[in-house]
């Protein structure tokens, strides 16, 4: 059992930064990969990044790479997704999702989902 709570969103400015913060409870976090996940308005779920369980692969998708990273720190059972150079587009719901067994960017195959927390980048 893992649960998850995303923290960090907010307004800003495009080209500015944001640092969301994933806090997860349960004694096995070391054992999931951690992906975040988004949902602009109007739009389906999208996923943004994952890391694997040790933090030593990631991927992420096109429209944010080189822009965003992900971490972790598995001693303070925490994800990470630092945002750089936010752009409009980036405006959404951001998800954080933790699943075993691997990572995929597949929404359909993470077992545990936090709240979201919205991120709103303006022009």
């Known amino acids: 059992q893992v649960q998850l709570v995303e923290s960090g969103g907010g307004l800003v400015q495009a080209g500015g930064s944001l640092r969301l913060s994933c806090a997860a409870s349960?004694?096995?976090?070391?054992?999931?990969?951690m992906a975040w996940f988004r949902q602009g308005p109007g739009k389906e779920r999208e996923f943004v990044a994952v890391i694997s369980l040790s933090g030593s692969s990631a991927f992420y998708t096109t429209s944010v790479k080189g822009r965003f990273t992900i971490s972790r720190d598995n001693a303070k059972n925490t994800v990470y997704l630092q945002m750089n150079s936010l752009k409009p587009e980036d405006t959404a719901v951001y998800y954080c999702?933790?699943?075993?067994?691997?990572?995929?960017?597949?929404?359909?195959?993470?077992?545990?989902w936090g709240q979201g927390t919205q991120v709103t980048v303006s022009s």
């Open positions: 999702a933790a699943k075993k067994n691997g990572y995929s960017d597949y929404d359909g195959s993470y077992e545990y």
């Open positions: 349960g004694r096995t976090f070391s054992t999931y990969a």
